[in-house]
């Protein structure tokens, strides 16, 4: 190991470690997952996976197995498709403990799969890839569970597929199984039907398996049930919780907006960044020949603005990052707009401001409005949302956002992301320039330096 590099590792450690150690704490009991499996054990059992019972029935055996407080006095609701909870019903056949360390061993391994196929496909050094993925994908997915690791994953499975195989069977199986994190993965797969035929029949066939399997788990009117009334509900039910969500309609809400229409307008959003994204992927995709825009630059657009948002899907948008950076013929641009993107993009910045050694340095949040507040008993019968809705809301009566510190947090993530949207709009109106080979290492880099200058 070059002598520079030892101190290099040791900051970053010391910066992460507060990081590290929350995320560890949040898996001895990860609560994302925690809804998910008690989801896959309804669908197991034959139970609606989306009502209040049995989803906090099992949730607090889970709590009581692990030893983990309850740090809520509702259900966390399990939103994923039906497909997606077919997995975790298998997760539910193992003891919520040994389930959870293997979900976490998964997690792991596709966040180490996305890191190499990055680096190797953009060009990107390794170890940049690497640090890009670990603050938000270990620190804060990982410690909850969430299924963005995988989904991940699989967006750059399917671009690898793509572009170094030329298999689009393949690339349409790896977009299928991005579909667990389903708003993150729908402008891929509408770019990928749009612009490339050979892709289309594979899609369809993928998507006809996933609707095949839905019915099939929970029958068709709970199926319904999700996508008129779960899906609604849920964009709805962290409108208020402006500390955590990154979607256009929470910020137009702490901006004064109606919540209605702050939904409405943040679903709006959402369809028209996507529609922008796939036509601006397609007109990338012509110009460059490299279809790999067709799934990993849609996604990023897809996440500015939206109905619902949080900081551990920001890192969707690393691909394309890296992707529009490998385009970059100027070695030391790319090094920058690297360094950048993963400052930006990969850091959980509201996480690290509501760690207990930084929040006490930072601004109290306004007093509360109210001393106490008791929360409405959930019915067993009702969609789990509802009662989720209020503990949500009940919480923000309790404890106010801080606007001005909240929005100050998000902002680096936001700007990054609008930069994307500048950066491809750029590339598409301009002369195509084949690309340079990036620095392999961070040994190259003061080379690279040099023969920019």
């Known amino acids: 190991m070059r002598a520079w590099r030892l101190p290099v590792l040791l900051l970053a450690f010391v910066a992460a470690a507060p990081l590290i150690a929350a995320a560890a704490n949040g898996l001895r009991c990860p609560e994302d997952f925690r809804a998910f499996y008690c989801g896959g054990s309804a669908v197991a059992a034959g139970r609606d996976p989306y009502r209040t019972q049995p989803l906090f029935g099992c949730e607090l055996a889970a709590l009581a197995v692990t030893g983990v407080p309850p740090g809520y006095r509702t259900v966390v609701p399990a939103p994923l498709p039906p497909y997606a909870l077919a997995l975790f019903a298998v997760f539910a056949r193992l003891p919520f403990s040994a389930a959870s360390l293997t979900w976490a061993a998964i997690g792991i391994l596709a966040i180490a799969a996305t890191a190499v196929m990055l680096a190797r496909s953009t060009g990107v050094p390794l170890v940049l890839t690497s640090a890009a993925l670990v ?28 572009r170094e195989k030329r298999k689009h069977v393949a690339a349409a199986a790896a977009l299928a199984c991005a579909t667990i994190e389903p708003h993150v993965a729908l402008p891929a797969l509408v770019a990928a039907a749009c612009f490339t035929r050979s892709m289309r029949r594979p899609l369809a066939v993928a998507c006809a398996l996933l609707a095949a399997v839905s019915l099939a788990v929970v029958g068709p009117a709970t199926c319904l049930e999700y996508v008129s009334r779960v899906l609604p509900l849920h964009a709805r039910s962290e409108i208020v919780n402006y500390r955590f969500q990154y979607s256009l309609t929470s910020l137009l809400w702490a901006g004064g907006v109606r919540k209605e229409t702050a939904a409405a307008l943040g679903a709006a959003s959402y369809l028209f960044m996507t529609v922008a994204g796939v036509a601006l992927a397609g007109s990338l995709s012509r110009r460059f020949s490299d279809e790999r825009f067709l799934v990993l630059f849609p996604p990023a657009l897809g996440l500015i603005g939206g109905p619902f948002l949080h900081s551990q899907q920001m890192v969707a948008a690393l691909p394309a990052a890296f992707l529009l950076v490998h385009y970059v013929r100027d070695d030391l641009r790319r090094v920058v707009a690297v360094a950048a993107v993963c400052a930006c993009l990969a850091v959980p910045w509201e996480t690290i401001a509501t760690l207990p050694a930084v929040a006490a340095r930072l601004p109290a949040d306004p007093p509360a409005k109210a001393a106490g507040a008791s929360l409405p008993q959930a019915r067993p019968e009702e969609l789990a949302e509802l009662p989720w809705t209020r503990q949500v809301e009940a919480f923000t009566e309790l404890h106010p956002p801080n606007i001005p510190l909240e929005t100050a947090v998000k902002l680096p993530a936001w700007c990054a992301l609008v930069a994307v949207l500048g950066a491809g709009l750029q590339m598409a109106s301009r002369k195509v320039a084949p690309p340079r080979s990036a620095p392999s290492s961070f040994a190259e880099l003061p080379r690279a330096a040099e023969n920019a200058t």
């Open 135 to 162: 603050p938000s994908e270990v620190c804060v997915s990982l410690s909850l569970g969430q299924v963005v690791p995988l989904a991940l994953c699989a967006l750059c499975a399917a671009a690898w597929a793509i």
